[in-house]
């Protein structure tokens, strides 16, 4: 039985909440999508290329709306913060992004094209380390 079938009114919009949970591979899948494939799926963009790059921060003169909250910035539904924050070993200016969810749930996309991702429920949120971490994997400013 179909959505019509049943009686449900289905616009073709994704659907989220009410249940539905992200799962480590879910959650590496949305990033992956995000940062590193530019919102392509099989070479064909699905995502409007600026508004993407806003939300992940490649676009300085849309860096959202700052959230006053330890340099957050919210941006199309996600966080950022400038890595200078956490330290002097920046030489460029790099942003983290964060999407955040219920529960302790983090997906943190790196500058440099690693993610990492985290569910507890501790609010422990390492991102000084996990950011030196990323920044010694492969550095967030290239230098030439």
């Not at 200078?84 to 200016?93: A, K, S, T, V």
């Not at 429920?121 to 290239?142: G, H, I, T």
């Amino acid at each position: 039985m179909d959505c019509r079938e049943a009686g449900i009114n289905n616009s073709g919009t994704a659907f989220g909440g009410f249940g539905m949970f992200w799962n480590s591979d879910s959650v590496v899948k949305i990033a992956r999508f995000l940062a590193l494939e530019g919102g392509t799926i099989d070479g064909r963009q699905v995502l409007h290329p600026q508004a993407l790059a806003a939300t992940m921060q490649q676009d300085p003169l849309d860096r959202g709306l700052s959230m006053n909250l330890f340099g957050y910035n919210y941006n199309n539904g996600a966080w950022a913060f400038p890595a200078r924050l956490l330290g002097d070993e920046y030489p460029c200016d790099p942003w983290i992004v964060v999407m955040s969810g219920l529960s302790g749930i983090r997906v943190i996309m790196m500058p440099n094209g690693l993610i990492f991702y985290y569910f507890n429920d501790s609010e422990s949120f390492p991102l000084k380390e996990q950011s030196k971490a990323a920044n010694q994997v492969r550095p967030f400013c290239v230098t030439d």
